[in-house]
């Protein structure tokens, strides 16, 4: 079933190829398209049937993993249909909406519903499931490995996860230098030794591997309960693998069927130590850089 995703996923993107969509120029030629908000926290509207138009700051990075992706995984991930041209040099601050480079672009609508809608609906079963086909995915990207941590590309991360000034102006050669960065930025605002123990419980000798960065309800379509697609990666790239665990572990989404899948997913005892570190470690940056 997840072939026959794939091929008709492959079938839909040639057909696009063809279709010239109209270029936008500023933020007023959104307008039309903004009232048709998939989602009032989602910046994606519907640009026409079966086509969707994500907008606001700089999506360069997510435009680069879609491309990056497509076609290395078996699940079902947005094609992008069209993006205007990269910038010749980057913004000197990617979270600030600008009109300039790659400020919106144009991918396919993907069928299904979010996860998050229907997921404490399910019973044990379908839950088990979505388990199952959400371990073929961590599968997956494990297997697509890399010697260095940062972006899809090559290069150094430009997310959330390091916000502006402090993003990195190169990838790291090991989970150490990845680790120190962190305690740098974190020295700016905390005492030493408080950095030094929130830092402690992160396991040097990783594997570095694709990470979504996201992989939440609210980003896994579903039909029933099959896995349709994997939206939003635009926090995706190059981590240790760490990093996965404790994202999908944010005590934000915690739900009596997100806690079944993830229970089945990762047996074993729950690592809330280091989930509670890459949280406080995003919080303390976001708080401090002012992100949003």
């Not at 029933?224 to 005590?251: C, K, N, Q």
Request: some cysteine; glycine content about 4%; hydrophobic content about 35%.
């Amino acid at each position: 079933m997840v072939i026959t995703a794939l091929q008709s996923h492959k079938t839909c993107a040639l057909e696009c190829q063809s279709v010239t969509y109209p270029q936008l120029t500023c933020k007023k030629d959104l307008a039309k398209f903004v009232s048709s908000r998939l989602d009032p926290e989602k910046p994606i509207a519907r640009f026409e049937p079966g086509v969707l138009i994500k907008y606001g700051r700089d999506r360069e990075e997510e435009v680069r993993v879609l491309d990056f992706i497509h076609g290395k995984l078996s699940f079902r991930t947005p094609r992008v249909l069209y993006h205007p041209p990269y910038r010749v040099t980057p913004p000197l601050n990617p979270f600030i909406y600008e009109a300039t480079g790659v400020w919106y672009f144009i991918m396919e609508e993907l069928p299904g519903v979010p996860l998050e809608t229907v997921i404490d609906e399910m019973t044990p079963e379908q839950l088990d499931h979505v388990a199952d086909q959400l371990s073929c995915l961590l599968t997956e990207f494990r297997s697509l490995k890399s010697t260095s941590i940062g972006s899809v590309t090559g290069g150094p991360f430009k997310n959330v996860f390091f916000p502006w000034p402090y993003t990195p102006e190169s990838p790291w050669s090991s989970v150490d230098e990845y680790i120190s960065y962190y305690r740098d930025l974190l020295s700016e605002y905390c005492a030493p030794d408080y950095v030094d123990e929130l830092l402690a419980c992160l396991p040097r000798d990783a594997s570095v591997h694709l990470i979504h960065g996201d992989l939440l309800p609210r980003n896994i379509l579903v039909d029933g309960s099959t896995v349709t697609a994997i939206l939003d990666w635009e926090f995706a790239g190059h981590y240790p693998d760490f990093w996965e665990y404790a994202r999908m572990h944010h005590r934000g989404w915690k739900s009596p069927g997100w806690d079944h899948v993830l229970a089945r997913l990762f047996p074993g005892p729950y690592q809330e130590e280091l989930v509670n570190t890459v949280d406080k470690i995003i919080s303390l940056l976001k708080v401090n850089c002012s992100i949003d």
